[in-house]
């Protein structure tokens, strides 16, 4: 177990190189191929010294084919490797569907468990960078959806090492979601081979007034809520899933038994999201020891706007946070 003097600081970037980097060390059978993956380190340099380290045969660079890319990788998977595919903006996972949602996610079950697809999908999501409606989407939902993968979606640096280390040995595919706006948020990491289980959800912050359950980068803005909360008398307690599927139930209910009101805060559209999913489990699950109704705060169910003014009106914030909290409590 590492000791607090152990523990450094790197951002998001660094931890995912990091686990990248470890897990190339660690075995062999581990590939990483996508756009601009090798000797340019990756459209947000998370692969950057990788080709150097490794080599042109284990971090491939691509041509532009989001759909060939993942074949590929699919096919490696299914015959011994450990690929991990790089999608360099989540909203091009539309081009590789058929081979993520109709292939990887059914060849288990189809193959009667003679084939597996250990392959991972890292692919970015979030708004907030002023990169249109094309480049700026939260798809995890759709993901979500489908029997037979993993989704997972990392709410800080030592998670972001963590969880991707347990993607790359899940012997099932696993679609890793990075939220551009956290690319450069420092926190602490503590070295060596720490892999966190998928599936297990984490306290971030205790409290007994009010559960906010919040993924990806929105854990920072749910921190930072519950912060302000306190100012007024409230005490917030913070709850990352860090996975929808496997989706840790058990946490989410404890949490809200123990608060009575939860508050869901997800950057994907509202409509049929992730945060629907999310308010039903915790309303059917724990409906006898609600005071109030489990409340949203999600993305505006329009196309992103280009503009960063209009942007940000349709993204969640601190404040919707803080202002829905007070409201539910009567303060």
Known sequence: MSTSTDVRELTYAQAINEALSEEFERDERVVLIGEDVGRAGGVYKVSDGLFERFGPTRVIDSPISEAGITGVALGAAMTGLRPIVELMFGDFTTLAMDQIVNQAAKIRYMSGGA?????????????????????????????????????????????????????????????????????????????????????????????????????????????????????????????DPRSLTPLDEGTLLASVAKTSRCIVIDEGHGRYGASAELAAVISGGAFFSLNAPVERIAAADVPIPFNPRLEAATIPDAARIVASARAMLGR
């Open 115 to 239: 084939l597996a697809a250990p392959l991972v999908v890292r692919t970015t999501m979030g708004a907030g960078r002023s990169l249109g409606a094309q480049h700026s989407q939260s798809l995890h939902a759709w993901f979500a959806h489908v029997p037979g993968l993993k989704v997972v979606m990392p709410g800080s640096p030592e998670d972001a090492k963590g969880l991707l280390k347990a993607a790359i040995r899940s012997d099932d595919p696993v679609i890793y979601f990075e939220d551009k706006a956290t690319y450069r948020e420092r926190g602490p990491v503590p070295p060596g081979d720490v892999v966190t289980p998928i599936g297990v959800a984490r306290v971030c912050r205790e409290g007994t007034d009010v559960t906010l359950v919040a993924t990806s980068s929105m854990v920072s803005l749910a921190l930072a809520a519950a912060l302000e909360l306190e100012a007024h008398g409230i005490s917030a307690e913070v709850v």
